[in-house]
């Protein structure tokens, strides 16, 4: 059973930037895809960026051009690196991977708060 286990999140002036990271158990991780959702306070949660087992990506308008994701397989890692942060990213950011179903498998979160 693969396990997602974020991290990097944190407090950050508009402007900034961050890098989250995931990192996955298990052998498997170069045959499946990932993706980055968020969800900020009394909102649903939304898609912000994926990229496939053959590292095609994806992403959402509100992200493009501010973030990139990426993943390394020899390190079993997923990244969002997020530049020029608004207050309006500010949400929990999970990752989460396509096993045996679409994004069937989540981690427990990271918080990103984005000050004006």
């Known amino acids: 059973q693969v396990q997602l286990v974020e991290s990097g999140g944190g407090l950050v002036q508009a402007g900034g930037s961050l890098r989250l990271s995931c990192v996955a158990s298990g052998r498997t991780f170069s045959t499946y895809g990932l993706g980055w959702f968020r969800q900020a306070p009394g909102k649903e949660r939304a898609f912000v960026a994926a990229?496939?087992?053959?590292?095609?990506?994806r992403y959402a308008d509100s992200v493009k051009g501010r973030f990139t994701i990426s993943r390394d397989n020899a390190k079993n890692t997923v990244y969002l690196q997020m530049n020029s942060l608004k207050p309006e990213d500010t949400a929990v950011y999970y990752c989460?991977?396509?096993?045996?179903?679409?994004?069937?498998?989540w981690g427990q979160g990271t918080q990103v708060t984005v000050s004006s």
């Open positions: 989460a991977a396509s096993i045996a179903g679409s994004y069937d498998t």
């Open positions: 990229i496939g087992w053959n590292g095609v990506s």
